[in-house]
């Protein structure tokens, strides 16, 4: 039987994964801060304990009789949405704990040479001057450089890449980079500050009243894409167990403006609610996967459409507010 672990496993992405390896027939640890906030974890074993910290690093990634992992999947990160992301109030937090994280876990890899490192980077880092035309974005693998991402969350994740890349030339770590896309569906956060646009619109849509008026931040022009869970997990699946090392995009190639996004929501809701664009945090004007080099080198690529994971997602959240209302 094969092992993994999974890094960030009590949260939205590392939950799914812990799940898929399961049903593929492998050993899992999850470790995490925290479990799951909206399901049991299916990881065989659960070390809870801040990754940042060097000894709780090193003790979730060692086995019994000095085996280690086949795949070690790291996702753990402080990160949120644009309320966490983009406010500045949180820079220093974030930078410091994911490169932390990463510093740890990376070296830690090195030393117990582990099979196989995953690791998620986001299209955060890409530069926000080839990211101001809303619908011309260019976010193609190769346009990293010169670096001049828009946030502190950004360059921490370039800086990331780039020390999982030396550690591959300076010691051999067989390492897989993706660079995720807004990824969304159900059982991720959905409120409290550090949901994410899909969730945060849902969430507003399902309280608005009959006839009401949600807030969209920005003026609702800006542009993305978005993929869903389940297309994410079977694309770092197929990452990692290729030989390909990256960087390289995960993520959907349908892009829409934020109001856009927001009437669809609004469609498969059904109800008569209207949105007004008001001064908020929004990040870049405009961001798209560029799948080419995904396709040229696995051979595949996302195919759900937006609506479908919204229609599962949207379901998903307004049971949520259904049963948190229930209870207060």
């Not at 949120?80 to 820079?91: H, L, M, Q, S, V």
């Not at 996004?261 to 469609?267: D, Q, R």
Request: glycine share 10%.
């Amino acid at each position: 039987m094969k092992t993994a672990l999974v890094c960030g496993a009590g949260g939205f992405i590392g939950s799914h994964l812990v799940k898929r390896l399961k049903a593929d027939g492998y050993w899992v640890r999850g470790a995490d801060l925290k479990i799951p906030d909206f399901s049991t974890t299916e990881a065989d074993d659960f070390a809870l304990g801040d990754l940042c910290n060097f000894r709780n690093a090193e003790r979730v990634m060692s086995l019994p009789n000095g085996e280690v992992f086949d795949e070690v999947y790291q996702l753990a990160a402080d990160m949120g949405g644009a309320g966490y992301i983009f406010t500045g109030e949180n820079d220093a937090a974030i930078m410091h704990n994911s490169a932390q994280i990463n510093l740890n876990i990376g070296s830690i890899a090195v030393n117990k040479k582990i099979g196989k490192l995953f690791y998620s980077s986001s299209a955060c880092m890409y530069p926000a001057y080839n990211q101001e035309d809303p619908d011309n974005p260019k976010c193609s693998e190769d346009s990293a450089y010169p670096a001049a991402p828009d946030s502190e969350y950004g360059w921490e994740k370039l800086f990331s890449e780039r020390f999982y890349l030396a550690l591959q030339r300076n010691h051999g770590l067989d390492v897989s980079i993706a660079r995720y896309h807004n990824i969304f569906g159900p059982e991720g956060t959905w409120d409290g500050g550090r949901e994410k646009a899909p969730a945060a619109l849902c969430r507003k849509v399902i309280r608005a009243e009959e006839g009401g008026t949600i807030e969209i931040w920005g003026t609702g022009n800006q542009t993305r894409s978005f993929l869903y869970i389940d297309e994410c997990i079977e694309g770092t699946l197929r990452l990692t167990r290729s030989n390909f090392t990256g960087p390289v995009n995960i993520g959907s190639e349908e892009m829409v403006s934020i109001n856009q996004f927001a009437e669809m929501i609004i469609k498969l809701s059904g109800k008569n609610v209207k949105y007004k664009n008001i001064d908020g945090p929004v990040g870049v004007n405009g961001r798209n996967s560029d799948n080419r080099l995904l396709q040229k080198e696995l051979g595949w690529q996302p195919s759900m459409k937006l609506y479908n994971g919204l229609e599962k997602t949207y379901k998903w959240i307004q049971e949520q507010n259904e049963r948190t209302h229930r209870y207060t």
